[in-house]
Each structure stands twice: as C-alpha cells, then as structure tokens.
C-alpha cells in the first residue's frame, strides 16, 4: 500500500510540476479530463479503430498525457460513428458520456482572418449545419451558434489559419 501511494504521489507531483500547457480534445464519449487520464491505459485501440484518423497519440513529454488519445483535426474530422467507443477496453469512452457531455465549436475572433478582411469562408462552407451552427455576416464574418452544433470538428479541420481559429469545448448537456 505504502509503494502504491508512494508511486501515486510520484505522479501526481511529476504532473504538477510538468502539467502540459495545452488542452487536448478527448475522444466522443469521454467524461472530464481528470476522470479521463485516471481510467485511460493508453491501449491505442480507440485510435486504431477510427475509420477517419482524427485520433492520434500526444507526443507531449509529460509521462501523464504522454501516448493518450486526442482529436488532431489537423488530420481529419470525426465522422460520430463511435467506433473508437466500441473498442475502447477500459470503459473510459462510453455511449453514457455522449449522454452527459458534447462538443461545440468555438471561435477566436482574434485569429480568424475574416476579422481581418481577408475572404475565407472555410468554416462556413464545411459545416453539415450550415446557416445554422455557423451563419455568416455580411457574406465573410462567421458566427457560430453552439445550440446547433454537433461537434464534429469539420471547421476546425478546413480552418487555414496556424493555430487554428477553431476549437472544440466541451459542454455538460443540460439535466444530466
Ligand atoms: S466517433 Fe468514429 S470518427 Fe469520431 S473519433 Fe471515434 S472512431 Fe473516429
Ligand atoms: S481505447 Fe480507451 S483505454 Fe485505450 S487508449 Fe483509447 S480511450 Fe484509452
Ligand atoms: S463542429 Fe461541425 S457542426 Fe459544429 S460548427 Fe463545426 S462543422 Fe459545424
């Protein structure tokens, strides 16, 4: 008991002193990012299993989120078929969650270039929820509208800005 504390302690310090200064989108299915990196074994299965390749390993050298899984819509998007959640081992990415929590999208204004008057549209163009999740202003400025977003990251992925202007929250549905 005493070893297990001790190790526990040990990793607990390691993360506090070396706590990874980004945030990183989990898998569809995952609860909080504490619950997440406490459950995840790291198995991989989850990212062999996406069809689309939006999932990938964090290469960060942190040992606490080193190898999890993460949403990389530098690669693709997520299509919301949970294929990820049907191989996932430990149970830490379940059908339950989708229930509890969804993604949206979100926007910096401060890095989109639309706010600097250059013509873009991407995000715009890629949204299954067009004129709805993303609306335009003046046929440039986009706005997004979170109570019709499904989460799937495809303006996040067409954004071309580096960073990315988009990124995905994630929200606690209401009455769960
Ligand atoms: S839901 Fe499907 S597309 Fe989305 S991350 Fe999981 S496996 Fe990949
Ligand atoms: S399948 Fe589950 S336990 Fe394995 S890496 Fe993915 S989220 Fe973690
Ligand atoms: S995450 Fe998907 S549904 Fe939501 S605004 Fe972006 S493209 Fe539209």
Same mark, same amino acid.
């Given at each position: 008991?005493?070893?297990?504390?001790l190790?526990?302690?040990?990793?607990?310090?390691?993360?506090?002193v070396?706590?990874?200064?980004?945030?990183?989108?989990?898998?569809?299915?995952?609860?909080?990012?504490?619950?997440?990196?406490?459950l995840?074994?790291?198995?991989?299965?989850?990212?062999?299993a996406?069809?689309?390749?939006?999932l990938?390993?964090?290469?960060?050298?942190?040992?606490?989120v080193?190898?999890?899984?993460?949403?990389?819509?530098?690669?693709?998007?997520?299509?919301?078929?949970?294929?990820?959640?049907?191989a996932?081992p430990?149970?830490?990415?379940?059908?339950?969650?989708?229930?509890?929590?969804?993604?949206?999208?979100?926007?910096?204004?401060?890095?989109?270039?639309?706010?600097q008057?250059?013509? &873009?549209?991407s $995000?715009?163009?890629? !949204? %299954?929820?067009?004129? @709805?999740? =993303? +609306? /335009?202003?003046?046929?440039?400025?986009?706005?997004?509208?979170?109570?019709?977003?499904?989460? &799937?990251?495809k $303006?996040?992925?067409? !954004? %071309?800005t580096?960073? @990315?202007? =988009? +990124? /995905?929250?994630k929200?606690?549905?209401?009455?769960?």
């Amino acid at each position: 008991m005493l070893g297990k504390s001790l190790v526990q302690a040990a990793a607990e310090f390691t993360y506090e002193v070396s706590k990874p200064n980004k945030t990183f989108i989990r898998p569809p299915g995952s609860a909080d990012e504490e619950t997440f990196l406490a459950l995840c074994d790291k198995c991989g299965k989850c990212i062999e299993a996406c069809p689309t390749g939006v999932l990938d390993r964090v290469k960060e050298m942190n040992p606490i989120v080193l190898d999890t899984p993460f949403m990389n819509f530098e690669n693709n998007y997520c299509e919301q078929c949970y294929a990820c959640i049907e191989a996932c081992p430990t149970g830490v990415l379940s059908k339950e969650n989708l229930e509890r929590f969804r993604y949206v999208a979100k926007l910096d204004k401060n890095r989109c270039v639309a706010f600097q008057d250059v013509f &873009c549209q991407s $995000c715009y163009w890629s !949204c %299954p929820q067009m004129d @709805k999740a =993303i +609306t /335009l202003i003046d046929f440039n400025y986009p706005e997004f509208h979170s109570e019709h977003c499904k989460g &799937c990251g495809k $303006c996040v992925h067409a !954004c %071309p800005t580096i960073p @990315k202007s =988009i +990124t /995905l929250v994630k929200v606690r549905n209401e009455n769960t």
